[in-house]
């Protein structure tokens, strides 16, 4: 891994800082890459992939042939906001939301399990072990090392409700040295909570970082994921430098569709700590996630493991456990799968459809995203303003713009089928 | 509050990290009261707390009319340890559990509210409110009101799987300076812990502690509970010398059945945060537990708390909701309430029945435990080792023994009615 890796966030946060203090305006030109590449003594893949992220995270716009842009940020922060606040405006379609389409979920299937596991009373009397039910952890054992290529056994496997609850413990286990956090999703503000009350420092470089914390599926907003020799590579670094990589392996199931990428726990199982959710999988209201745990610290967590109470009810686990063995759980990701492939078809097109040769798809890494570059002499910010003011609001991902065309994108987990060639019509209607 | 209300607990460790030690052996005679008091230049009552609670814990037994000796400490940590693995010895009949009997709970009951929430499947498809859902706090909020006269409404109340899951959200709302908390049952390790991560320090005296960890329920192994007078010296002595507290109100509604004493979250609610859990009223593997914030932190909560996620599943809290507003949660205390009694009054029955005028009957603060002082010439060492060898082993709690006549307590909340006649029964036998 050469040095200048991750230099490139130190760049994305001082342009970052710049944008959010009102230093740079909206709509100011930035330095063009080559300049930046000079005045901050970096390379230019360096500047490149900080201004990428910096489009990425809305604070930038691309403009083709022309340069980068500072955004619209007063407005991203507004949209933001209100999502957040979720009462001002309310979308009738979501692009933007990386939600679950709970249609591909059986509920009255779970019911079932659920009743089943209730039934089990001789289990229920008991406070359980502390990790968490044996079996239900030899049946995540199984799903991870078959569908993610981890390297572990139930022994290494600890249950929590939520990846907060895992890191809680996870922090008690790790030893006290080593307080300097990486992260390569800052937006995951849940997730530096946990070591921020510990007194850990979040660090945004990775050389003076003790441990990275890396969610391989959130390289982008729009779905890309990290390359596999990055991930190589980052394992590699990580290992050669005793630094610890945490790898939350959020939503892999569907990011890594089209090419399979190795999870970083299955490169180098004793120095990754895995952890995984089935929020997302399941229902976004049932809380059970994993943590896998190198021997070391799993030596650790037999020492002092019984001092943290499992979180996650029994019943939960018994369920879930029979849920995974009788192959429910496999034939609802295919199911989902289907799903968002299906939607991403009828996306493109209907937009393909609407819009014929002004429209081109571009490529993606998964069929939860589309994306697409328009010929058009309408702004991003008019089409967004426009889908808002719609009477059934819409909100799509805005990309890049250029001389006549822009670039939009789309998330399709959330968004209900039968709206989609509704709303790719209202959005030709208003860019012709 | 007496400056020395809490110097007992001095007493105590001194006398506890002596025996542990092994530097005062089994059998040993402790000071006198009074020479103790001398000796340490302290009161007499707080002598004898102190005494009174390592008698409590095993540490010491006393014999009447003799003074107190250092207890058969060697069979006692092994008796825990062996309780701690599980494994060694399993007992048929455990009167020193503390465990619930599950017949009291009406599982196919619960199984249909859970199967009535999994129904709302729009409440589902959502991560819902970090806080808790807002109806189920309603009625926690008018349940502590009404059956622990709390202060508070739905907008104080933060729900999470485990004391331990809002112990970690609390210590991200106390500001950071507040490090040294005193808890009264240093047995509740879990709880320690919690703390101990986040480099807070335990200490045992109340004086230099800036938040009283305070578990009412637990003032004594075998059930007393914290009298009326003490709570409201305590609240008051913390409110004066800017002590937060927090009050576990664990397994209250059990056992303060006979004079009901108030919560100390009702006598001082701006100083006070309470917890409480439902896992001892429903099912140990259920696990639903709430906090109760004083305005100030409630404020903080509703700045910060989004950071922390919720990890009580939904189907969980609208079930729970649900069952509390028809009122099966009241009925369901009450039958056990009523369980509890019946299966004391069999115990001390049995008991009078086989043993006639050798037994006695002590009044217990709580029809969880029954208390019996016996003429005999067996030692608590010689019925304990009997009642641990016999093909069905039980596990009574030692209290004291004095001239030819033992005093041993039972917890009945774990132990199935029917075993309680064979079990007095064989006691007897061993006894006469």
Redesign the interface.
Known sequence: MKKDKFLYDKIYEYYKELIRSGKLEEGTKLPSIRQCAELQAVSKTTVEQAYINLCDDGYLIPKSQSGYYVSYTGRLREERKSVKNNKSLKYSSDYAST??D?SVFD?SL??KY??NA??Q?Y??????LPQGERDLREQIAKYVTKTRNCVCDESNIVIG?????LL?IL??LIDGESKNVYFNDMSY??GI?VFK???YKICNDIESADILYISPSRATKWGDIMPIDERHSLVKFAHEHSKMIIEDDYDSEFRDLNRPTPSLQGLDSENVVYVGTF?KLL?????ISYMILPTELTRRYNE?GA??????????QIALKNYISDGRLSSQIKKARKLYTQKSKILTDALLNELGKKAVIEKTATPLYARCKITTSISLNELTQSLKNCEEPVRIIPVSEGKGEIVIAFSVSAVKTENIEPDMRKIAKILL
Chains 1, 2 share one sequence.
């Open positions: 939600g679950v709970t509920l779970w019911t659920v009743k209730l039934r009373d289990r229920l009397k008991d406070y359980g409700a939520g990846v907060q609850s809680n922090c008690a503000k849940q909570a009350d510990r007194d929020s229902l976004p209201s049932l809380r002092i001092l943290y109470n499992q979180t996650v009810s029994i019943p939960d």
